[in-house]
Structure formats: C-alpha cells, structure tokens
C-alpha cells in the first residue's frame, strides 16, 4: 500500500520561512515524478511544484517562483518544499502527490497517490 506523509505545516508570520516534508512509503520514488498542490478555503486544488525524477526538472506555479523550492532524496524516499518570503496568500492545505511517470506536470489527474495534507496558514 503506498502513503505520502506530510508534514512541517504550522503558523506562520508573513516573511518567514518553512520547510515541508513529504515521505513516501510503499513505492520507491525512482522513475516518478513529485508534485505539491495546495488548496485554499472555497478554491479549487491547484499545482504549487514539481519535480521529474532522472534530472531533478523542476516547474513552479508562477506566484511562488522565486520563493519555494522543490526538491527530492530519492534514497529517503523524501521529497521537500522549501517554502520563503510567506504571504498570506500562500495559507492552505499543502498536498504531496506522486505522479503516474517520470516528468512533472501541474494537471491533477497525472498524479496517482496524494497525502491528507499539511496545514499552512500565514499571518499578515
């Protein structure tokens, strides 16, 4: 059975910093891609990052270039989301998903399992 656990959410004053976590038990991360979603009270689940497997390719969400980085250890079987600079606007329900290939993408459906989620709420 494959779980993603996350963890590292909390609250926050705005400008400052936090680190997500997410393992992965059950499947080995090599040849697939990681994502993180996030979704706010009353807005739809959008994509925040991604990360492909074999060059560590990396796409952000435009609002948060700049500000988060994505990255992954494949031998912990642990992907990370380095999260900078918080706003407000960056408070909701932080979600890892462990995509259906290779390469990362934003759409929902090329993820396969996705974590219950992680709390980030920033404070102005």
């Known amino acids: 059975q494959v779980q993603l656990v996350e963890s590292g959410g909390g609250l926050v004053q705005a400008g400052a910093s936090l680190r997500l976590s997410c393992v992965v038990s059950?499947?080995?991360?090599?040849?697939?891609?990681m994502g993180w979603f996030r979704q706010a009270p009353g807005s739809e689940r959008e994509f925040v990052a991604g990360?492909?497997?074999?060059?560590?390719?990396?796409g952000y969400v435009n609002s948060v270039k700049g500000r988060f980085i994505i990255s992954r250890d494949n031998a912990k079987n642990t992907v990370y989301l380095q999260m900078n600079n918080l706003k407000p606007e960056d408070t909701a329900v932080y979600y890892c998903?462990?995509?259906?290939?290779?390469?990362?993408?934003?759409?929902?459906?090329?993820?396969?399992?996705w974590g219950q989620g992680t709390q980030v709420t920033v404070s102005s």
């Open positions: 998903a462990a995509g259906r290939g290779p390469f990362y993408s934003p759409l929902l459906s090329a993820h396969e399992y």
């Open positions: 059950g499947r080995t991360l090599i040849m697939y891609a």
């Open positions: 990360i492909s497997w074999s060059d560590g390719n990396a």
